[in-house]
């Protein structure tokens, strides 16, 4: 069974730019997450999906931060524009429904110059 | 607020036993998680505890007492590709969100 899968695994752009990130979750999998881990922490939640809906996106910046989940499957994660301090690793995961046991795909490491 | 509390790094000898300790505090509680993150890799799930106890899976062990707000994960036999970053991680079934922790850094010396 295929796990999670996210692309680019990195991408580096200027300040100001817009970036996107691309999660295709394990098939059958209803509930997507998309967090953000800064180096030494733990990943934190941006936005949990159910289905195509988005049942949890209270730590998104949505000044500049964006996502979608069409067909509740596949998700996309768009940053526009980018700050310096959006410097970190994306992560995308997905479980059955909401669950103690995550799924994690391998992660974007984005750098913003 | 929510919050978990737990070492950031632990040091121990290959063939050892080390117990990382996980304090949390967080609302509407429903069970607490433990990851493994290599560097430059995915978090990939070790264990849930819903309910007091220990629960066995191999070398990884982990316990968790609810009227202490205290869990642990217990690695038996270190071997060194054990070290790694070991995340608790409390799961609101209210919410469904997961919060984790800082992270504990382990290192497996010869």
């Known amino acids: 069974e295929a796990g999670v899968v996210q692309s680019p695994r990195y991408k580096i752009i200027e300040k100001k730019q817009p970036v996107a990130f691309w999660c295709n979750p394990i098939?059958?999998?209803?509930?997507l997450y998309w967090y953000l881990q800064n180096l030494g922490q733990g990943p934190e939640l941006l936005i949990r999906?159910?289905?195509?809906?988005?049942?949890?996106d209270s730590q998104l910046p949505k000044d500049r931060f964006s996502a979608e989940r069409l067909k509740g499957v596949d998700s996309t994660l768009k940053i526009q524009p980018a700050e310096l301090g959006d410097s970190a690793v994306y992560l995308c995961?997905?479980?059955?429904?909401?669950?103690?046991?995550?799924?994690f795909g391998p992660g974007t490491r984005l750098t913003v110059l | 607020g929510q919050s978990l509390e737990q070492p950031s790094e632990v040091t121990a000898v290959e063939g050892a036993i080390v117990q990382i300790n996980c304090t949390y505090q967080?609302?509407?509680?429903?069970?607490l998680s433990w990851y493994q993150q290599h560097d430059g890799g995915a978090p990939t799930f070790l264990s849930y505890?819903?309910?007091?106890g220990l629960e066995e899976t191999g070398r990884f062990s982990s316990f968790l007492s609810r009227s202490d707000s205290y869990g642990y994960l217990l690695l038996q036999e270190l071997q060194m590709k054990d070290s790694a970053s070991y995340f608790c991680?409390?799961?609101?079934?209210?919410?469904?969100?997961?919060?984790f922790g800082q992270g504990t850094t382990l290192q497996v010396k010869p």
């Open positions: 995961a997905s479980s059955l429904r909401g669950s103690g046991e995550q799924f």
């Open positions: 098939s059958g999998h209803n509930t």
């Open positions: 999906y159910e289905n195509e809906e988005a049942v949890d």
């Open positions: 967080t609302s509407g509680f429903y069970g």
């Open positions: 505890n819903a309910l007091d």
């Open positions: 991680a409390a799961y609101s079934g209210n919410t469904g969100k997961l919060i």
